[in-house]
């Protein structure tokens, strides 16, 4: 369903004004990709680089987190998915007022303060989660999901990556950036995140640090 629909979108929608004067004015790349590697590489590393701690912290939360409340917790299995949806339906809102915020403040300030609370919530965030408790977990989830990672960092995300190119290898440009980015650290995220918990459990360091979350 989801792709018959993403097939009509794009069908009945037309391109861009700046993609149609870039056709117009023989701007078009018959190998953008090429384009991307020979001229703009810098700018993809430094999009890539941008947007690895949140891709990391967002597969924490996605991909681990339900077999973290589960598995080590003992928590019921739908804890996680609870606190997810909740933080997602919240999302729904956040994001386009993130990125209308941008829109006012400028994007750098509102990914680069995301990015800093990325930081500084992260141990906090964990600690949340060790105390059991559900309306806890839910928080935790919506101040770093919600708040930090979809509307202050994700909302202005889009319109940061797209300025920083031109049109004729815009789209070329952001999968490469986000594609890497996705193999390298999303999907890494959850693995490293259980190996991880595997060698503190065994060190006695991470139950030692949900203890402290408990008082």
Do not use: C
């Not at 990709?33 to 001229?39: I, K, Y």
């Not at 408790?133 to 919600?146: E, K, W, Y």
Request: proline share 5%; glycine share 8%.
């Amino acid at each position: 369903v989801v792709a018959i629909a993403g097939l009509v979108l794009r069908y009945f929608t037309q391109e861009s004004a700046m993609f149609q004067d870039a056709v117009a004015e023989g701007r078009k790349q018959s190998r953008p990709m090429q384009e991307v590697l020979r001229s703009h590489k810098r700018t993809v590393q430094l999009m890539i680089g941008a947007g690895a701690a949140t891709a990391i912290a967002s597969y924490s939360i996605q991909g681990y987190l339900p077999a973290y409340t589960s598995q080590q917790l003992k928590l019921p299995a739908n804890t996680a998915v609870i606190a997810i949806t909740v933080a997602s339906a919240i999302s729904v809102v956040g994001v386009p007022f993130g990125g209308w915020l941008s829109d006012r403040v400028g994007r750098r300030p509102l990914m680069i303060g995301g990015g800093i609370a990325i930081a500084v919530f992260a141990v906090p965030f964990w600690l949340m989660v060790g105390t059991r408790s559900l309306p806890m977990i839910v928080l935790a989830v919506t101040i770093g999901f919600a708040i930090i990672l979809n509307s202050m960092v994700f909302g202005p995300a889009g319109s940061f990556y797209s300025e920083q190119l031109p049109t004729e290898v815009r789209f070329s440009a952001l999968v490469l950036a986000r594609e890497t980015t996705a193999v390298v650290f999303s999907g890494t995220a959850p693995f490293i995140a259980t190996l991880l918990v595997h060698i503190a459990e065994r060190d006695d360091v991470f139950a030692r640090a949900r203890d402290l979350g408990k008082i």
